[in-house]
């Protein structure tokens, strides 16, 4: 992987046409990395994609003490538990994590801080060790992005929560008991987090208003074969019976929906045809619905979906909302897609407070866009105008590269590592697509003293 001060040049306007196929999903593969930590022993995790996230969540793990390392892609058949759609092609990638009988409980501010998903090692660890401390995640760019719900909720299983110096320590001295958990709100890391540490507490664990992402569906998949005991996975009810141990398991990741939802989106707003594999289409329910509403052919199969547009968008609006809503992930690439349809387009964020923190650098390629707290209204313009941008998270920068290629003339990227933290081998997916891009090292900042 090059250094963060690449670019991706994009000459615009440009048409994407063709097949592309997604690995699996960075926020499944994240935490059913993490989960490998519940049971000593090997476990193999297949359709891993190749990004920065990946290979920080395999430091934080091997600075726990296991041994993790890639593997050759799988052998189809034998054993291995998998989401529907996912890729199954021999060569996917595949990691390994030997984890020991008595993993560490520290992780620090220097991983944390680059990679909050990282807090997922919570529950796990609360669960193995009666012990872990955290470093604290801090803000990032779409957010405050709080940790209440995972404290709250592993308190009522029996863990004492302190904090100093940047770092929360939890400790559970009787062990972790099964509790009847609300969460505020269905968040995803607070799920997971409990749903990790409630597999191996003693008794029953009900979580209500749970996450229905297809990603923890994944993670009960894989938490089932390891000998959990789930019922209620996909709904907003789940229920654990904690067990005594773990076995370590070969699962496979799901696809990668936001990888999936991010080229059905530029297929529309470039006129395009793009046949994406490797994801089930359910996951996408909504995205595909808009785009179909915005004027696009759509077709689905079991492993994928066509998305085929002949003319300019139609303006529809989009409301983000916990799955089976509209993902937050996507909505930069909503945004741009409002930019060059027809018509006017309300956009509304109800996930991240900050997500609309990169508004300004779609405005430079010209797109006319006014936000007002959870809102953006955007009108659309026939065509945008290259110009610099500055990546600010990964799909802001995903959305900014789709907007350029709707732009007349050349737009630069910069800040392109947050790219690189969820797409793996954007730019040459982008190429075989036929799109006019290049990724290049930029020349070092200037600077200046008085
Ligand atoms: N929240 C709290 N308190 C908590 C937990 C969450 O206030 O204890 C708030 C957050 O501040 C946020 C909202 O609840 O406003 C949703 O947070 P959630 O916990 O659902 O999100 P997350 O687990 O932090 C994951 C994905 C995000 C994705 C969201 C929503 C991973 C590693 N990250 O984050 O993915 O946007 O769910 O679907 O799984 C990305 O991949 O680019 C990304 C940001």
Redesign the pocket.
């Known amino acids: 992987m090059t250094g963060s001060s690449d670019v991706i040049r994009v000459k615009g306007p440009g048409r994407l046409a063709g097949e592309v196929s997604v690995t699996g999903a960075?926020?499944s593969s994240?935490?059913l990395m993490a989960a490998a930590l519940l049971a000593p022993g090997r476990t193999v995790l297949y359709n891993v994609p190749k990004i920065t996230d990946i290979a920080i969540m395999a430091e934080v793990l091997r600075r726990l003490g296991c041994d993790v390392r890639t593997v050759p892609g799988e052998t189809p058949g034998a054993g291995v538990t998998a989401g529907a759609g996912a890729r199954t092609d021999p060569a996917g990638d595949g990691l390994s994590i030997d984890v020991p009988d008595e993993p560490g409980t520290d992780t620090d501010y220097d991983l944390v801080r680059r990679l909050?998903?990282s807090i997922c090692v919570l529950g796990p660890l609360l669960a193995r060790r009666g012990r872990v401390r955290v470093a604290l995640p801090g803000g990032d760019a779409?957010?405050?992005?709080?940790?209440?719900?995972?404290?709250a909720g592993l308190t009522r299983m029996g863990a004492e929560f302190s904090g100093e110096h940047g770092m929360i320590e939890a400790t559970a001295p009787g062990g972790l008991v099964g509790a009847k958990v609300w969460l505020d709100?269905?968040?995803?890391?607070?799920t997971?987090n409990l749903l990790m540490a409630a597999v191996l507490a003693k008794g029953v664990t009900e979580i209500d208003n749970a996450?229905r992402?297809p990603?923890i569906v994944d993670i009960c998949d894989m938490l089932t074969a390891m000998g959990a005991r789930i019922t209620g996975a996909g709904s907003s009810k789940l229920t654990i019976e904690g067990v005594t141990e773990l076995r370590p398991v070969t699962h496979r990741t799901i696809g990668d929906r936001?990888v999936a939802g991010t080229w059905a989106l530029a297929a529309t707003m470039t006129r395009g045809d793009v046949t994406v594999t490797g994801v089930d289409p359910s996951y996408l329910e909504i995205a595909l619905d808009k785009v179909a509403t915005s004027g696009a052919t759509v077709e689905t199969h079991p492993t994928g979906f066509r998305v085929a547009m002949d003319r300019r968008p139609r303006a529809v609006d989009v409301v983000t909302l916990?799955?089976p809503g509209f993902?937050?992930?996507l909505m930069p690439m909503a945004l741009g897609l409002a930019a060059v349809s027809e018509g006017s387009s309300l956009i509304t964020e109800n996930?991240?407070?900050g997500r609309f923190m990169f508004v300004p650098e779609l405005v430079r390629l010209g797109a006319q866009i006014r936000t007002d707290g959870k809102h953006a209204v955007v009108r659309g313009r026939e065509r945008l105008s290259g110009a610099p941008v500055r990546a600010t998270?990964?799909?802001a920068g995903a959305g900014l590269v789709m907007a350029g290629l709707c732009a007349e003339g050349t737009t630069e990227v910069s800040n392109v590592h947050h790219i690189d933290r969820?797409y793996p081998d954007f730019v040459a997916d982008l190429r075989r697509l036929g799109a006019a891009v290049s990724r290049e090292h930029a020349p070092p900042e200037p600077t200046y003293a008085l």
Not at 142 to 151: K, N
Not at 185 to 190: N, W
Request: hydrophobic share 40%.
């Open positions: 960075k926020n994240l935490k909050r998903a779409i957010g405050s992005r709080g940790l209440d719900m995972h404290v709100f269905p968040s995803v890391g607070a997971e996450a992402e990603e936001i916990p799955f993902a937050t992930d996930i991240f407070d998270d990964i799909r969820g």
